[in-house]
T-cell receptor, first 114, second 116 residues
Framework: DQQVKQNSPSLSVQEGRISILNCDYTNSMFDYFLWYKKYPAEGPTFLISISSIKDKNEDGRFTVFLNKSAKHLSLHIVPSQPGDSAVYFC?????????????FGQGTRLTINP | EPEVTQTPSHQVTQMGQEVILRCVPISNHLYFYWYRQILGQKVEFLVSFYNNEISEKSEIFDDQFSVERPDGSNFTLKIRSTKLEDSAMYFCASIKDRDRVPETQYFGPGTRLLVL
């Protein structure tokens, strides 16, 4: 049951260029979306989120875009830096708030080349 | 900055043994979760816990699993009789206030469990 999908297992980008990570979802009840970054042997670190009432949220070098009609979101990192190399997980949750469990995608391994 | 902590960082156990994984959520957080990630797979929800009760659990969270908040700071996951397929990274997470929408979950560093 892959409600959240990240179809690219890996992505390689030149330092200074834009990294674009994509995520698709199938459950139309999802109304809150998050991106987490994960280094090996560490827990997921929250990066940026977006509510379904918005289509864009920006925080420094990171921007998340949401296209509800296409059930698609993307994370843009610009400019990409070597420290951005990590696995990026897209996650989604739905109201009501009662449990707010997160449903994760499979992750995309981003490698930034100097 | 406050963070979620987990102990131990690694645990090796024999099949059939009981293990207890411990988490200390962020101090003013009220809602707690366990997730796991089997090597090479996605992070999966196990259980959520609020007000000393399980709020929701996944089909993975069968009778071999239990959670407890034994005191005001710790949150534990017990696996009664471990199986080989329980080998995974187990992550604890917490949020401050479930009634505030939306709320970001903050994750601990994880416990790597290896069942032999």
């Amino acid at each position: 049951d892959q409600q959240v999908k990240q179809n690219s297992p890996s992505l390689s980008v030149q330092e200074g260029r834009i990294s674009i990570l994509n995520c698709d979802y199938t459950n139309s009840m999802f109304d809150y979306f998050l991106w987490y970054k994960k280094y090996p042997a560490e827990g997921p670190t929250f990066l940026i989120s977006i509510s379904s009432i918005k289509d864009k949220n920006e925080d420094g070098r990171f921007t998340v875009f949401l296209n509800k009609s296409a059930k698609h979101l993307s994370l843009h990192i610009v400019p990409s830096q070597p420290g951005d190399s990590a696995v990026y997980f897209c996650a989604a949750s739905s109201s009501p708030q009662g449990a707010q469990k997160l449903v994760f995608g499979q992750g995309t391994r981003l490698t930034i080349n100097p | 900055e406050p963070e979620v902590t987990q102990t131990p960082s690694h645990q090796v156990t024999q099949m059939g043994q009981e293990v207890i994984l411990r988490c200390v959520p962020i101090s003013n957080h009220l809602y707690f979760y366990w997730y796991r990630q089997i090597l090479g797979q996605k992070v999966e929800f196990l259980v959520s816990f609020y007000n000393n009760e399980i709020s929701e659990k996944s089909e993975i969270f069968d009778d071999q699993f239990s959670v407890e908040r034994p005191d005001g700071s710790n949150f534990t996951l017990k696996i009664r009789s471990t199986k080989l397929e329980d080998s995974a990274m187990y992550f604890c997470a917490s949020i401050k206030d479930r009634d505030r929408v939306p709320e970001t979950q903050y994750f601990g560093p994880g416990t790597r469990l290896l069942v032999l």
